[in-house]
């Protein structure tokens, strides 16, 4: 069974750092690239970084500079470190495979609210 589990999110005030986690179980985590993704009210979910199998990475403008994401795959985690938090970053972030002809299917994601 396939389960992707999010989580590290929460309230911070901009400015401020967040580190993001994800277990992936039921696939074999090493062999494709994967991402993280955000939805905010009102807007499509978009992919805002994402990191090959063999560890090169690539970002949305909008959080290039200020994100990172790395995994590891001896764990089947997936690690986003989020540094000068903005109020537009406040939105729901999931992790899932990088392309979407392999797309598993999506966890409940992890609230991340940047706000003062």
């Known amino acids: 069974q396939v389960q992707l589990v999010e989580s590290g999110g929460g309230l911070v005030q901009p400015g401020g750092s967040l580190r993001l986690s994800c277990v992936a179980s039921g696939i074999m985590f090493r062999i494709r690239g994967m991402g993280w993704y955000r939805k905010a009210p009102g807007k499509e979910r978009e992919l805002v970084a994402r990191?090959?199998?063999?560890?090169?990475?690539d970002y949305a403008d909008s959080v290039k500079g200020r994100f990172t994401i790395s995994r590891d795959n001896a764990q089947s985690s997936l690690y986003l470190q989020m540094d000068s938090l903005k109020p537009e970053d406040t939105a729901v972030y999931y992790c899932?495979?990088?392309?979407?002809?392999?797309?598993?299917?999506w966890g409940q994601g992890i609230q991340v609210t940047v706000s003062s």
């Open positions: 990191i090959s199998s063999g560890g090169d990475t």
């Open positions: 899932n495979r990088d392309m979407s002809p392999y797309l598993v299917p």
